[in-house]
């Protein structure tokens, strides 16, 4: 039995309930032992003791005896890491940005951003397409697949009862109200975000020759969360339009408010706004509202309730 002479630990072999070696990082991490056995199937229990901070924790085992070659169990020596609870990212009196991977909707997403509010109301966002893609109430996320031991996934999980929205941008360029909403923008081009006074992240990217600033914030004690767009026309001559919703069905009800998929969650806008609801091609609801520009300036401003 030997283990990582640079880093030794410990552990103990023992065969039919006979110890048959212990090693206890002396002698250069080795240990040897010899027992008599009868023809037949023994129980074999290679006990593993960490007793440093290594993260270097390989351990082999061979066999060899009379006209038996030595013989490893394993071609290459076995890893075994310490077990850790659930590490989780907590908000405490600011905002909290952690990138990383996260799934949405059965995909791994690797350009992610998640946000967390000290009012418990959290969101993500694709930063690589410019994509509102999950909200939640309640803690921030866990971080045990990202950093114990390789953190090989690299997945963020968000803590709390997830609202998902369908991977496609909040902006985009229509010819008018019956074009196609597309998956994604070829001019989209990410170009990082601010922080303001409190904390919170403004997100800024251009799309064709138009400028977007970006920008979250919990209102009503995190009851709500209100998500602005401000667009900078530029030399840009296209009709820009935002996607506010999409789901199974979309319905205006009597309070202003729209309630989408069945009122899983509900979208408000100032009064003065008249937004369109149609159908897609997929049978679904959208609700889209025209960015309209005042001296080269324009801001779309609504509410997600939930």
């Known amino acids: ?6 880093n030794p630990n410990g552990g103990e072999l023992t065969i039919g309930g006979n110890k048959v070696a212990r090693i206890d990082g002396k002698n250069g991490g080795v240990a040897s032992g010899m027992l ?3 023809a037949g199937d023994h129980p074999l229990m290679l006990a593993y003791f960490k007793t440093n901070t290594s993260r270097n924790n390989s351990i082999s085992l061979s066999v060899e005896g009379q006209n038996v070659a030595s013989t490893a169990f394993s071609s290459t020596p076995l890893r075994t890491f310490t077990p850790v609870g659930a590490i989780t990212v907590k908000v405490g009196r600011e905002p909290v940005m952690q990138r990383g991977f996260v799934n949405h909707q059965g995909r791994k997403k690797t350009h992610v951003i998640l ?5 418990q109301t959290n969101y993500s966002l694709d930063l690589s397409k410019g994509q509102f893609l999950q909200l939640w109430r309640g803690e921030f996320m866990e971080a045990t697949p990202m950093w114990a031991g390789r953190g090989e996934t690299q997945l963020s999980i968000p803590l709390g009862s997830v609202i998902e929205f369908s991977s496609k941008p909040s902006l985009t360029f229509l010819a008018d109200k019956s074009s196609v909403w597309p998956d994604s923008n070829a001019t989209y081009n990410y170009l990082g975000y601010d922080t303001n006074d409190a904390g919170r992240p403004i997100f800024k990217y251009t799309l064709g020759q138009a400028s977007v600033r970006e920008y979250f914030e919990p209102e009503d004690s995190g009851r709500k969360l ?7 026309s530029g030399q840009e001559t296209k009709e820009i339009w935002c996607r506010l919703a999409e789901g199974s069905d979309i319905t205006r ?5 729209y309630a989408v998929n069945d009122k899983q969650y509900f979208i408000e806008l100032s009064q003065k706004e008249k937004p369109v609801i149609r159908t897609t091609a997929q049978n679904t609801k ?12 324009g801001t779309v401003k609504y509410a997600i309730l939930w």
């Open 226 to 232: 209100a998500h602005t767009l401000t667009v900078i």
């Open 286 to 297: 959208e609700l889209l509202l025209p960015v309209k520009a005042k001296n080269n300036i």
């Open 253 to 257: 009800l009597d309070n202003g408010l």
């Open 115 to 119: 946000v967390g509010e000290p009012e």
């Open 1 to 6: 039995m030997e283990i990582d002479p640079a």
């Open 36 to 38: 008599n056995l009868t």
